[in-house]
């Protein structure tokens, strides 16, 4: 079972940030959180990922509560080519398995 | 970054048949893989893990005997499903880690096949 939960759906207007906020309050010491975009009809794309501190690279910024326990993946910018379902995964060290939960439906509008 | 591809992108099969879904690694190798299928407006369940040189693992629910994976060599994985019938409809797509199990390896996933069976 998916270890995270997320909102069914957000909106964002174009050139606005989007926040996409992600529960795994369940998470352990040693699990790592991935972020991915599935755009329509296509296969996921990787975007960040963390394991404590907050991370940023050229599509996204990634922040982690202190207790670990949710995060929030920020795009700066959003186009509307980020319209997207986005997935919060939880993955532990040992294992290459990606389990997907619902994901977060974002709306980017003109 | 790493590129994963998928043949074909699009196939429509009689019930009855069976259908052969290639995954490549197209510059990298990649020991394992991974089989995913997703309805229409639901998420990726993973199917099952192809293992170069051993059998696949299957996620609990997935018949093997339904969905037989091959993986061949280090570039390439095949996924058949087998007896194919219309509940069998989704979209098929695999993925693969880059490079050994890490703390922070990416995983790529190609464009996926839509299977249509009539």
């Known amino acids: 079972d998916a270890k995270t939960t997320q909102p069914p759906s957000m909106d964002c207007a174009e050139g606005r940030a989007a926040n996409l906020p992600c529960n795994h309050s369940t998470i352990s010491g040693n699990e790592y959180v991935y972020w991915y975009r599935q755009i329509h009809s296509q296969g996921p794309q990787y975007i960040i990922h963390g394991l404590k501190n907050n991370e940023t690279n050229e599509m996204a910024s990634l922040i982690i509560t202190e207790d670990r326990k949710s995060s929030t993946l920020i795009l700066p910018h959003a186009t509307l080519r980020d319209t997207a379902v986005y997935y919060c995964i939880v993955r532990g060290v040992n294992t290459d398995k990606l389990i997907f939960g619902t994901g977060t439906r974002l709306q980017v509008f003109p | 970054g790493a590129v994963v591809s998928q043949h074909p992108s699009r196939v429509i099969c009689k019930s009855g048949t069976s259908v052969k879904i290639e995954c490549r690694s197209l510059?990298?190798?990649?020991?394992?893989m991974f089989w995913y299928r997703q309805f229409p407006k639901q998420s990726l369940m993973l199917m099952a893990t192809s293992n170069e040189g051993s059998k696949a693992t299957y996620e609990q629910g997935v018949e093997k005997d339904k969905f037989l994976i091959n993986h061949a060599s280090l570039t390439l994985s095949t996924l058949t499903v087998t007896s194919a019938h219309p509940e069998d409809s989704s979209f098929y797509i695999c993925?693969?880690?880059?490079?050994?199990?890490?703390?922070?390896?990416?995983?790529?996933f190609g464009p996926g096949t839509r299977l249509t069976v009539t």
């Open positions: 993925s693969a880690p880059l490079g050994r199990i890490t703390s922070s390896g990416e995983q790529y």
């Open positions: 510059d990298f190798q990649a020991t394992t």
